[in-house]
């Protein structure tokens, strides 16, 4: 029940195209959704979010997709440029343990130059 | 403005030893929550301190403790280390009551276990 689902674990995409990561979750308590990015040697850093009860968030070239009767939602990363080489986690949590982030697993997404 | 502070970065125990970690959270903010991050794995949630109280734990077994000051920084402490401790352990703060939900986390420190 507390688990997230992410895939794929790695991603090669050329540059200028668009990356697209997917997740999947069980608790329907959850209420917040998180995207975490990751650069080597570094923590964290929370890249964007969405609650449940909208379907799309876009900041920038980053699009939150949430679909939640299917309990899945998707990162689309357009436009992928070098820069955003970094592994990304989709997380999940709930408003009441709101530090009790469920992450995935993480994708480790390669940007071809 | 520091962001969360972590010391020290790299550490390497042996089986059995025991050891700390310390973090200084964001400025502003009075909860601390401790991750566990093996390596190629997303992160683990450990627990949550916030008022120098334990208010969440994750499934981690009775080694791993900690603490929170009244100037709110933490410490983690692990005792009786196995060779599956190693990893990335990763402080994050956040400001209890915040909406956004959003951590702050630091770059962690890599512990080593022979």
């Known amino acids: 029940q507390q688990q997230v689902k992410q895939s794929p674990q790695s991603l090669i995409v050329q540059k200028g195209g668009i990356s697209i990561i997917n997740c999947a979750y069980e608790?329907?308590?959850?209420?917040?959704f998180p995207w975490y990015q990751q650069f080597p040697g570094k923590g964290p850093a929370l890249l964007i979010a969405?609650?449940?009860?909208?379907s799309e968030k876009k900041e920038g070239r980053f699009t939150i997709s949430f679909n939640k009767s299917a309990k899945q939602f998707s990162l689309h990363i357009m436009d992928s440029q070098p820069g955003d080489s970094a592994t990304y986690f989709c997380?999940?949590?709930?408003?009441?343990?709101?530090?009790?982030?469920?992450f995935g697993s993480g994708t480790r997404l390669s940007i071809r130059p | 403005d520091a962001g969360v502070t972590q010391s020290p970065t790299h550490l390497i125990k042996t089986r059995g030893q025991q050891v700390t970690l310390r973090c200084s959270p964001k400025?502003?903010?009075?909860?601390v929550s401790w991750y566990q991050q093996a390596l190629g794995q997303g992160p683990q949630f450990i627990f949550q301190?916030?008022?120098?109280?334990?208010?969440q734990r994750g499934n981690f077994p009775d080694r791993f403790s900690g603490h929170q000051f009244p100037n709110y920084s933490s410490e983690l402490n692990v005792n009786a280390l196995l060779l599956g401790d190693s990893a990335l352990y990763l402080c994050?703060?956040?400001?209890?009551?915040?909406?956004?939900?959003?951590?702050?986390f630091g770059e962690g420190s890599r512990l080593t276990v022979l």
């Open positions: 994050a703060s956040s400001q209890q009551g915040a909406m956004t939900g959003e951590l702050f």
């Open positions: 608790n329907t308590a959850f209420d917040y």
């Open positions: 969405i609650r449940p009860d909208v």
């Open positions: 997380a999940a949590q709930t408003h009441s343990s709101a530090s009790k982030i469920i």
């Open positions: 400025s502003g903010h009075d909860t």
């Open positions: 301190y916030y008022e120098e109280e334990e208010r």
